[in-house]
C-alpha cells in the first residue's frame, strides 16, 4: 500500500489482507513526518504512544478482529482539540505545557476506532487566522511549495526557496499540510470562518466542515461556541465520508448536537446529475477574486452544465455584511471565552505576585499574543452594556438575515451552491506578512465565512494547479444535515477534475509506490 | 418631622438540594476535603462544556409552582462576567434574559405582638425566579498574602428568588425569608440552611417621605441567620434616615453587616459600577418545558419536563398544613404557626395526640409552653429531644385518667428530661406522685394527720 491510498480503496484493504502491517504504516508515517519538519506541520509527535496503538491495531489484525475501517489508520489532530496525555497548546504561550486529563470526544472516537493518533498540528493561536502563520510555534509551510509543479512555475530562480515557500493558510494549516505531505491519512482540523476549508483549498485536500450540531465539539476549545465545527481533512471526498460516519451522532457531553440518530452513509457513484440544481450565488464573485479563480468557476458551472444538471445564478444580498458580523460575534464570544484562562487552574501563570489582579493582567499579556488580545478587546467593547444592542444583537439579527439568505435559496429548488473558496491561490510568506492578521482575515474569509453563520455543511474539492503550480479548490455548500447529497456531488466533481498527486522529493524517497498512480489535471 | 417609609425588597441564593451539579456531574456535599468535587467543567477546563441537570430544573419548577409564579416555558442561560479567584471560567452561566419562573407571591404571617396571640398575614411579589451557577470559596490569608480557592461549591446549582420591595422593615423579611425556608424544606428543593451557605440573603434598602419617589436604595449583604438579617434591615433603615436627616446623602452602594458591631459598613471598594457583559451562553439551547397539553405525543418522558405533572405532585405546603392542623384539631392558627415553625414539632405533636386520650386542644399546651421551653433552654432540636412522644404521651394519659395532678405531671416531666430511660409510671412510683383515689385510704391519712396534731385541732374548733 502507498501513503497516497484512499482508505476505502486501497489502505484499509490492504491492512486488513495484510499486505501491509500498522506497525510499518506508522513508522513511515513517521518517518516522512522527520523529513519533512521543515513544514512545521507538527507540533507534537506522539511517536510512543503512536507505535503502541499500531502495535494493538496489529495484534487485532492478527486475530482477524479489526475494529473497522479506520483500524491502524494514522491521523493527526488539531492542536486545538484537548488529547488526554498529550499536550494541548492551541499554538499558545498560554497552554505551553498543559497536558489535558480528558480526550475530546472526536479524538476517542478516533481511538475507539483503532486510529492511530501521530500528533498534533500547528495552527494560528487559538485558531485565530488565516495564514497558519501567528502561532507561538512558528507559520507552517504549505508543502506545495517544495512541490515540482510550483518549483517549475515558480517565478525569479534567484530567489531560494527559503524565502519563496507559500503558506497553507489557515488555521488548520498543520492538518491541511498534514494530510497534503501525506504524513497522515486524515486529520482534524476546525472550521469557525473557513480555517479547514481554506487551508484544504491552498493545500490541494479535501476540507469538509460539516453541519453545525452534527459532531460533538467536546473538548474542542472553542473560538466561537456558536459557528466552531471540528473539521475533516482527506485526500479525497470518499475519505470526508469515512471520517464523518466515524464522528457524526449525538453527544450528551455537547447539547448543541441534535438528538437524531446519524446513520453512517457510503458514497453512491453518481453517474447521472441531470436531476441535480446547482445554484451559483453572484455575491461569491467578490471583490479581490483572481481572474484565475473566477475562470475555474466559470469553468466548473459549465462541467455541470454539460452534464445535464441544472445550473442557475442566485443572490445572497446579505453575503457581503457576514464579516463585519462575524467580527462582532466572534471578538464578542473571544472575549468570553478567554476570560478562563487566568492561570489560576492550569496553563501559564506570570511571576507577578503583587496581587491576583495583576497576577491576571500579566498572565493574560505573557500568555496571549497580539491576536488573542486584540479581538479581547474588540469583544468586551461589543458587550458593554451601552453597545450590546448596537452591536451584538444587531449582529445576531444580521445573522438571521444571512441564514435566510440560503434557506430561501435552497427552498427554491437549488440543491447546492458552488462557490470559489479562496480569493486566490496561496500567498508566498513574506507577503502574506505583510498585512496584519486582522486585515487578512477580513479578506480571506468572505467566500467561507457565511456558512459558519447559517451552521451549513460545505466543502473544498481540490479542483486544478494555478498558473503558479499551487492547487486551488471550490468550494460547495449543501443543505443543513443533508451531508450525503453534498459529499455524493463532491465526489462527482472530484472524479470529473482528476486532480494532480503533489509531487514531493521527500515522499519519492519513502514511498516507491506513490507514483505509480500519478495523474494529470484535466482542468488548467 | 416628615414620617419616613421604609422599603425593603430581597435577593435570596437557595442552593438546590441535588446529588450533581447544575451543569456537570460532580457531587454536591457540604464540607468536603477542599478541591474533592470538582470536575473538569467547573475547574474551566478549556474544551467542556455546561450539561444541564434535569433535577435543578425540576427543583425550580416546583418551587416556582409553590410561589404562585408563571413557569416560563421557554428560558434563556446567560453568561456573566467577571473575574475572581472563585470563578473559574470568568463568568457565571445564569438567566439574566428570560428566567425559568416570574411573577410569583408569598404570604407570610407575622404577630402583631410579642405574645404571639394575634397574627396578620401579609404578601409580597415574587419577581423571579432563575436558575444559576454557585461560586466557589476563596478564603484570603492576609499573613502569607495568598489567597486559598476551595472550588466545591463551584457550579452547585442555585435558584435565586427575587422579591420586590414589598416589605418595610426587619421584622417582615425576616418572616418572608422564614416561610421561603419553610417551604423550600417541604418542598426538598433546597434545603435552605443559612448556616451551611444553603441560603442566602440580600436585602435591598431605601427610605423614602409618602408621596415621594422611592429613595437611593443599598445593597446589604453578609447575612448569616434570620434573626441578623432583621437587625441588620432595622440598622440600615435607621442609618439611611439619620443620615438623610442630617443633610446627608445615601450612595447606592453595598454594605456588608457586622454582626459583632451590629451595623452595616461599606464593603471594600468596587470602582465604578461592574459592567458584567451579558452574552447569550452560546452551548446551551434554550430551556423548553412542556405541559400537559403542549407536550408532543412521541416525545421521550425522559427527556422532557412537564409542569403539570409536578404541579399534580406538590406536597403539602406550610399554609396548607397549618390549616389542616388547626382544622383537625382545633388549635389556634399561632399554635399551628408555631408547631411548623420547629422543625420536627408539627410531627412531634401529631404523635403525641396519637398516643394520648387527652384532647388535642390541652396537648398543644404542653407541646408549646412545657417541651418548647425546655428544648429552648438547652438549645435542642425536637430530633434532639430526650423526651420522646411516647413519654409525653404516656404522661399526659396519666394526667388525663387523673393519676396524677398536674404539679406533678409538671415533675415527672422535668424528671423524664434527664433522659434516664425511666417511664412516666416508674417516676410516679419512685417518688410517689401518684394520686390517691381510695376514700378509705385518704380518710385513715387525714384522720392520721388530725391524731397527730391535737392541740392546732382544738384550736381551730375554737376559732
Known sequence: AALNDGLRSQVSAALKEGRVAPTELCQRCLALIKSTKFLNAYITVAEETAMKQAEESEERYKRGQPLGILDGIPVAVKDNFNTAGIETTCASNMLKGYISPYNATVVQKLLDQGAVLLGKTNLDEFAMGSGSTDGVFGPVRNPWSYSKQYKEKSVPKSHSEESNWVITGGSSGGSAAAVSSFTCFAALGSDTGGSTRNPAAHCGVVGLKPTYGLISRHGLIPLVNSMDVPGILTRCVDDAAVLLGSLAGHDPKDSTTIQDDFEPFELPNLTDVSKLSIGIPKEYHAPGLSSEILALWSKAADLFKNAGAKVVEVSLPHTRYSIVCYHVLCTAEVASNMARFDGLEYGHRSDMKDSTESMYAATRREGFNDVVRGRILSGNYFLLKQNYEKYFVKAQKVRRLIANDFVKVFRSGVDILLTPTTLSDAAPYTEFIQEDNRTRSTQDDILTQAANMAGLPAINVPTALSKRGLPVGLQFIGRSFQEKQLLTVAKWFEKQVQFPMIQLEEVKRHDSGVFQHQKSASFS | ?463
Request: hydrophobic fraction near 40%; aromatic fraction near 6%; include cysteine.
Open chain 2, 1 to 463: 418631622l416628615a414620617p419616613w417609609v421604609p422599603v425593603v425588597g430581597l435577593e435570596i441564593h437557595a442552593q438546590i438540594s441535588s446529588n450533581s451539579k447544575l451543569f456537570s456531574g460532580s457531587q454536591v456535599q457540604f464540607a468536603a476535603p477542599p478541591n474533592s468535587l470538582v470536575s473538569f467543567f467547573d475547574a474551566s477546563l478549556p474544551g467542556t462544556l455546561p450539561v444541564l441537570n434535569r433535577r435543578c430544573v425540576e427543583a425550580a419548577v416546583m418551587t416556582g409552582l409553590a410561589l404562585n409564579c408563571s413557569i416560563n416555558k421557554k428560558s434563556l442561560f446567560d453568561r456573566k462576567h467577571y473575574f475572581y479567584a472563585d470563578l473559574p471560567a470568568g463568568y457565571q452561566i445564569t438567566q439574566q434574559r428570560v428566567p425559568i419562573a416570574v411573577n410569583g407571591c408569598l404570604s407570610y404571617s407575622l404577630c402583631i405582638d410579642s405574645k404571639m396571640s394575634q397574627m396578620v398575614t401579609k404578601t409580597v411579589r415574587i419577581k423571579q425566579i432563575q436558575l444559576e451557577q454557585d461560586s466557589g470559596k476563596s478564603l484570603h490569608d492576609d499573613t502569607r498574602s495568598q489567597t486559598l480557592v476551595d472550588l466545591n461549591r463551584a457550579g452547585v446549582g442555585l435558584m435565586e428568588v427575587v422579591m420586590e420591595p414589598d416589605m418595610c422593615c426587619g421584622e417582615e423579611a425576616a418572616a418572608a425569608v422564614r416561610e421561603l425556608q419553610l417551604i423550600l424544606q417541604t418542598l426538598g428543593s433546597s434545603q435552605a440552611v443559612m448556616a451551611e451557605g444553603q441560603l442566602r440573603v440580600d436585602a435591598n434598602v431605601s427610605v423614602h417621605h409618602p408621596g415621594e419617589p422611592y429613595g437611593v436604595r443599598t445593597e446589604v449583604k453578609n447575612i448569616n441567620s434570620i434573626r441578623f438579617l432583621a437587625k441588620a434591615i432595622d440598622y440600615e433603615i435607621q442609618r439611611q434616615i439619620e443620615e438623610l436627616e442630617n443633610g446627608g446623602t445615601i450612595l447606592n452602594e453595598t454594605r456588608a453587616f457586622d454582626s459583632k458591631l451590629g451595623c452595616t459598613v461599606p464593603m471594600r471598594d468596587k470602582e465604578g459600577k461592574q459592567d458584567y457583559r451579558f452574552m447569550p451562553e452560546p452551548n446551551l439551547p434554550p430551556l423548553i418545558l412542556y405541559d400537559t397539553k403542549s407536550l408532543p405525543a412521541n416525545m421521550n418522558h425522559q427527556q422532557v419536563i412537564n409542569i403539570d405533572w409536578i404541579h399534580e405532585r406538590l406536597p403539602d405546603l406550610p399554609s396548607v398544613k397549618r390549616k389542616k392542623l388547626v382544622e383537625k384539631y382545633g388549635i389556634l392558627p399561632e399554635h399551628s404557626f408555631t408547631l411548623l415553625n420547629e422543625d420536627g414539632l408539627a410531627e412531634f405533636f401529631e404523635s403525641v395526640v396519637k398516643r394520648t386520650q387527652m384532647k388535642p386542644k390541652k396537648v398543644i399546651g404542653w407541646i408549646l409552653n412545657d417541651l418548647l421551653s425546655y428544648l429552648k433552654q438547652h438549645s435542642l432540636t425536637v430530633k434532639e429531644s430526650p423526651v420522646s412522644s411516647f413519654l409525653l404521651g404516656d404522661l399526659l394519659n396519666l394526667l388525663e385518667k387523673k393519676e396524677i395532678s398536674s404539679t406533678a405531671a409538671k415533675q415527672v416531666f422535668a424528671e423524664l428530661w434527664k433522659g434516664e430511660g425511666k417511664t412516666p409510671l416508674e417516676i410516679v412510683k419512685e417518688q410517689k406522685l401518684g394520686l390517691l383515689q381510695d376514700q378509705k385510704e385518704l380518710e385513715q391519712i387525714c384522720q392520721a394527720v388530725i391524731d397527730g396534731q391535737e392541740n392546732e385541732v382544738i384550736m381551730m374548733m375554737l376559732g
